[in-house]
């Protein structure tokens, strides 16, 4: 398994395939939900598995300092392997790396605890998205003193 943190477009492009699967195919999400226009100007972690895209996630950095993590996306089939873990810490370190100072995070509302592994904090409860009732959820990044 391989994570390749980017944003050309052919890893765009991969990454928007494994969405189209698990939002819009599965989770019934409407496509003007899931295509915002925020996908060049992101960073994307896309997960392979002898050459196979099998994940993905987006962080988009804004010039605040403030990140929002989105799109975690695992295909069906490689499911309950940790994978969405290793991703998601990988692009917790690139923010660090990056000099992000907070995460934001819209979540499935059952995914709350499974965040809260990571460090975020419950925000509130937001949209509905589909069926899907969304939290978003918040995570301080410490700075370190040199």
């Known amino acids: 398994m391989e994570i390749t943190i980017g944003n050309s477009p052919e890893l765009i492009k991969k990454a928007q395939a494994i969405r189209y699967q698990v939002f819009m195919i599965e989770q019934q999400i409407p496509p003007e939900l899931e295509i915002d226009g925020f996908d060049e100007t992101s960073a994307h972690a896309l997960v392979t598995e002898r050459s196979t895209a099998i994940a993905t996630a987006r962080l988009a950095i ?61 925000v509130q409860e937001v949209e509905i998205v589909g069926a899907h009732q969304l939290i978003e959820m918040q995570h301080q990044i410490a700075r370190t003193n040199i």
């Not at 300092?65 to 799109?71: E, I, K, P």
């Not at 991703?87 to 979540?107: E, F, P, Q, R």
Request: proline share 0%; glycine share 10%.
């Open 62 to 122: 804004k010039d605040d300092g403030s990140s929002v993590l989105a799109r975690v996306a695992v295909v069906e089939e490689y499911r309950g392997r940790g994978i969405a873990s290793k991703m998601v810490n990988s692009l917790m370190d690139y923010a660090k790396k990056a000099g992000v100072t907070s995460i934001k995070i819209h979540a499935h509302g059952y995914l709350q605890n499974y965040y809260e592994k990571f460090g975020f904090e419950f």
